[in-house]
């Protein structure tokens, strides 16, 4: 008896799209700056974390990219 693998295209299909529009809608775009002008240490703090916070957003943002294009890239090789 034979192992055998089952693939349904559609369910892939949609999880695919699923994930291309999560990465598409997904800003990792923060205020740089808030209450400019002001000289209140909470929003100096605040500013401050959002720049930390630039980076890793950015990352997540690339990351779902890869993992749609590994994704595609994986399944396309796989019925060929």
């Not at 699923?18 to 775009?29: N, W």
């Not at 401050?48 to 590994?70: E, G």
Request: hydrophobic share 40%; glycine share 4%.
């Amino acid at each position: 008896m034979a192992d055998e693998i089952k693939v349904i295209d559609g369910e892939i299909n949609r999880t695919l799209s699923d994930l291309s529009a999560a990465a598409q809608q997904f800003q990792p775009l923060f205020p740089f700056h808030v209450g400019s002008g002001q000289e209140l240490e909470v929003l100096d703090e605040l500013n401050q974390l959002n720049q930390q916070l630039q980076t890793p957003l950015n990352n997540v943002h690339i990351l779902y990219k890869a993992i749609k294009n590994n994704l595609s890239t994986s399944i396309d090789s796989a019925f060929k």
